[in-house]
Each structure stands twice: as structure tokens, then as C-alpha cells.
T-cell receptor, first 112, second 112 residues
Framework: DAGITQSPRHKVTETGTPVTLRCHQT?????MYWYRQDPGHGLRLIHY???????DKGEVSDGYSVSRSKTEDFLLTLESATSSQTSVYFC???????????FGEGSWLTVV | DAKTTQPPSMDCAEGRAANLPCNHS???????VYWYRQIHSQGPQYIIH???NNETNEMASLIITEDRKSSTLILPHATLRDTAVYYC?????????????FGQGTRLTINP
């Protein structure tokens, strides 16, 4: 398995609170991604990073921000969590463009 | 939007070959076909990918038609642990992040 660790794995939070999910990799891969998965929607890309301090938006980026200050860590922040952000969040990595993308085990977030 | 079409569900008997079809009629010449699977709510697991030629690894075989408009993933001797949702994905993007766009996938059930 690719060396990807997501934390926390499970979290329950209240509406309006900030939440940060962390993705840590030990593979020294350049590219990192955040996806969310919801019933009926499959996996959708939120944000991705192609290097330290280099990030870009995916298809469902509203309400989310990311940061990558080190190669190994990619943080996803919900500035003010809403119930619509209740989801399973997956981090993924790839060595370079064109290489296989590997996924973490997911973080379950419930916003009440 | 996903560029692939898959049947929503399929059944296969344990020990038999499972053949999962995928249509990608608008695929571009430099786009790869990737297959992932997701067991329960685990992170998507990479299976195989290809461009033009047929590919085989320890998990599966990938058959791509000559016109590249469709492909078939073959699990040669399906086991109960192969029950999962299988995603056929055309990899989009240029020199950047090479994002994955997921469709709804095929729910494969292996029956004893």
C-alpha cells in the first residue's frame, strides 16, 4: 500500500466550526489530491497540489481551502463547516503527471 | 463529467472469469484508461491501466479495442473478495495534475 496516512479518520463537528483534515505521505510524491465521496455522486475532486505551495481548484472547491507547506503534507480546511460537507474525504498522491494515483483510506466527517 | 460508460451492476460466479466492459468513445489519443475498485468504503484501489496495448498484471488483464473506444477488465478467477465497485476512468489533463474523473462504476457481485 502507498504510504498515505489521513487524520483524523473519523470526526463529528458542529456547524460553523473550522475543521482541518491532514494527509501525510511518505513517498515523496509531487502530486497530492483531495476528493470527497457522497452517495449518488461518486468521487469528486476538491483541490489538488502539484508541488509545495502550488495548488489549484477541483470541481467542488467552494467552502474548502488547502495548503501544502511541505512535500509530505496536504491539509484540507473547512473554514466554517456546513451539513452539506458531511462526507467521506479521500486523499490521493501520484509521483508525477502521468503516473498512477494512489488513494488513502479516507476520513469520515459528520457535520451536525 | 466522466468520459466513460459502465453497466451499473454485474454478477459473476466464484472461480469464473469476470469481464467488466467500459465504453469511452470520446477518448483522446494521449489519454490512458485506468481501472480502480472500491471495496465497501475503503479507499479506491488501483488495478491496472493502459493506452493502446493489452495489459496484464497480477490482479487483472485489460483488453483495449483497436479503435480505443472501449475496453474490458478481466478478473481471471473471481473470488468473493473481488466483490466491489469497479471504476473505469479516462485520465484527463495535460502537463498539470493529470486528474482522475470518476463515474458511477459497476457494482460487481461474486456469488458462491
Amino acid at each position: 500500500d502507498a504510504g498515505i496516512t489521513q487524520s483524523p479518520r473519523h470526526k463529528v463537528t458542529e456547524t460553523g466550526t473550522p475543521v482541518t483534515l491532514r494527509c501525510h505521505q511518505t513517498e515523496n510524491h509531487r502530486y497530492m489530491y483531495w476528493y470527497r465521496q457522497d452517495p449518488g455522486h461518486g468521487l469528486r475532486l476538491i483541490h489538488y497540489s502539484y508541488g509545495v505551495k502550488d495548488t489549484d481548484k477541483g470541481e467542488v472547491s467552494d467552502g474548502y481551502s488547502v495548503s501544502r507547506s511541505k512535500t509530505e503534507d496536504f491539509l484540507l480546511t473547512l473554514e466554517s463547516a456546513t451539513s452539506s460537507q458531511t462526507s467521506v474525504y479521500f486523499c490521493a498522491i501520484s509521483e508525477s503527471s502521468g503516473n498512477t494515483i494512489y488513494f488513502g483510506e479516507g476520513s469520515w466527517l459528520t457535520v451536525v | 463529467d466522466a468520459k466513460t460508460t459502465q453497466p451499473p451492476s454485474m454478477d459473476c460466479a466464484e472461480g469464473r472469469a469476470a469481464n467488466l466492459p467500459c465504453n469511452h468513445s470520446t477518448i483522446s489519443g494521449n489519454e490512458y484508461v485506468y481501472w480502480y475498485r472500491q471495496i465497501h468504503s475503503q479507499g479506491p484501489q488501483y488495478i491496472i491501466h493502459g493506452l493502446k496495448n493489452n495489459e496484464t498484471n497480477e490482479m487483472a488483464s485489460l483488453i483495449i479495442t483497436e479503435d480505443r473506444k472501449s475496453s474490458t477488465l478481466i478478473l481471471p478467477h473471481a473470488t468473493l473478495r473481488d466483490t466491489a465497485v469497479y471504476y473505469c476512468i479516462v485520465r484527463v489533463g495535460g502537463a498539470g495534475a493529470q486528474k482522475l474523473v470518476f463515474g458511477q462504476g459497476t457494482r460487481l457481485t461474486i456469488n458462491p
